[in-house]
């Protein structure tokens, strides 16, 4: 479904992540793993289109989107949410559940899945953005872009910020929606719970892939346990 | 008192369509158009050219606004694509520099083919009585046409997708690319909407004194005021300070006297930088 | 706003000539050789009487354009009332020496000391917060025409839009042409000298600073918003001492000797030629600017048009100052690159 060839990409003319390549495939839930400052964020800059590539190719569902701006990706179903959210604060969870469906007005069943998923922001309906917790603002960025009805969900470290058992819930929430058979790419620095709801994983690490396996390889890595789950 | 609180209030509708041309444009894209109110001058002389072609007022004054919307337009597909290649403060710079010489362009050409022109609609018919005031009908119509404005306006900010997706520009650019908005596309639309609603100011301007050809900076240095006080970037607070600044600006006119009422605006706008430097309803820094 | 927008910011005049040089004979060499030449002019021009005012009024545009480049080209404060600050120095000369009874000096330096005052607290309003850059160019157009309506409107002390006869200085040596370009060339000399000290001194190194890198600046510990101030105040002094000593000069003032048309869109030309940030380079375009006027004078009203279409040619493309680019381009070996300097902005 996706599939990221040699892409390097980075500001200034000093690439951040060097000829980087994965795939993710339909149905899957793969994640990036690396620490901060590996290029995960400047990575998926790239692949959703805020950041054009300075060179590599990324194809999604077959077509070349490459330096494609990120408003026309997100239209071919590639769905971004950002680590800072990037929500519309000045705006109700409604105006900003119904602007993830622009420019079609939104769909009701989309929406009410949405709103089954989060029961939370549909009784924070009217509340603004920028007034609700972390946790909240997390729940709305996903649901917004689930709105858009993506075939691909893009999630940079969704656990951002959050309390442990806030993550555990936004994870748990992944979990159902993959077990609606969305295929999700999630770049996370808590790997535990990364690993747990993934199929695949990559490791980044100074701005390339250092490892790739299945879940339970990368688990069973010695390098990814005592750099990333912390058993010695 | 209440014949000049009248006027001002006449007079601040106004104050808000022209800053809300403004104020849209910078908190869409970071750009201040100094040669805002040379388009609502370009636009008055259209009009006046129509109706001296034989076209009557009305239709001639909707051309006028297509010229103004044109003119918008104009300006997004010439002098401020290279603004909106940089960032931050370095594009309000360029953007102040480049408009400044446009509108210094519009000015001369002007002043050297159309001096002393000047577009002025009369309307006739009685003094309405509004308050025990009696009301030219001119005004009583602009304020009638600037109500109605500003309610199409919140219509469509409020209650339409395309309103929504300019609001969500303004609040999170980024986050609007992600739900597949086109910033750039956003902002010409912004640049039409505002060339037609400086069109509207000196149509309507036009029904109650004379628009003439020397008007531009007048007309933007007012709608700056209003935008400054009211919030860079806030409609809302554009419209506030324009009611607030009108009855101040009416108000200071009859009782200290005309020419002084600049100055009146102008520590007005100071005062409220210094108190409060995002504006009334500014929610930007 | 980020710390990388704010950086960026300068950028516009962060192009500049940077290099300031350390030795004083250099700038006092610079500063006598352009006085010289400009000294020179009077045996070419002097027996036309007409020609010496234009030579005059360019000179006193010099001053204009060495007080807006030390608060534009020095701290990025775009000053759109370059005219109105001049006029509170002319008007403020004349209504005191005639009106009130001020002996001339004293009141050429009252007006000049308002003039700083005036153009002090307009950049301490518009610094205020993050958007100071900004403000600075609202608030100051708005005091541009505050200022025009002021003269317009108060016709009883202004004469309004005839303007009022000055008496002050008539029958001094300030009303014989050649004599008078001199003292204006040596107001001109004078404000070189001033711009050139700051520039040397540790004002100038934080004016330099702040205008490369804002945020550096601010950690490196200089107070910005304060220096700004200071720009503004030293620059206002001298457009306030240029217009009132040109309002004596000239014999009388009217709304268009300050006029915002007539001198702030002049000064913005000018500098843009000369170069931004430069020493010597407001006179320079001062200078290339009167001759050019003077060539164009059959335009008219389309002069305006003129000016406006060189702003926007000259800001867009040659950003450095025409005639350091050209200086540049004949240095350089033909076929480099013409001396436009880089955005240094990604996309």
Redesign the interface.
Known sequence: MLEVEGVSAG??GSDVVRDVSFHVDEGETVMIIGSNGAGKTTLFRAV???L?PSSGEVRFLGEDITGL????V??RGL????AE???????TVE?NL???A??E?PDPDTLETVLELFPRLGERFRQLAGTMSGGEQQMLAVG??LM?QPRLLVLDEPTTGLAPIVARNAYAALERLREQGLTILVAEQQVPLALAVSDRGYVLENGAIGLAGTSAELASDPRVRSAYLGVV | MTASILDGIVLGLQFGVLAAGLTLVYGLGGVLNLAYGQIAVVSGLVTLLTMEAGVPAVPAALIGLVAGGALGLIFDLTILQPVYRRHGEARVLLSLLLTLGAAFVIDGYLNWRYPLRGLNLRITGDPLVVFGVRMRMGSVVASGITIVVIGVLYWLFRYTRLGRAIRSVIQDEEGSRLVGIDPQLMMRLILVLSGVLAAIVAITRSMVAPVNVRAGFSLTVLGLIVTVVGGLGSIPGAFLAGLVLGIINSVASSYIGTFLSLIILLVAAAITIVIRPTGLLGVRE | MSGRAVAAGTSLVAGAETRVSRSLPRLFGSIAAVGAVLAAVPLWVGDSRVRMGVAILGLAFACYAIGFNLIFGSTGQLFLCVGALAGVGGYGTALLADRVGVPVVAALVLAALGAALVGGLLSWVAVRRSLGVIFAGIITLIFALSFENLVLGASTITGGDSGIQVSAGSGTFLRERTTAYYVMLGLVLLCLVVHGLLRRSRVGWAFRALRDDEVAAELAGVDVARYRVYAALVGSAMLGLAGGTYALIAGRVSPTTYGFAQVDVVVIVMLAFGGIGTLVGPVLGATVFTILDELLIELGQLRLLAYGVLIIVLFLWIRRGLIPTLAELVRRKPGSPPGTAPDGEPG
């Open positions: 500001y200034r959703c289109g805020l054009p701006p990120a408003q026309k997100v239209r769905a971004f949410v950002p959210r990037h929500l519309f604060p000045q705006m105006e119904m602007l993830g622009y420019p007005k917004r872009a858009s």
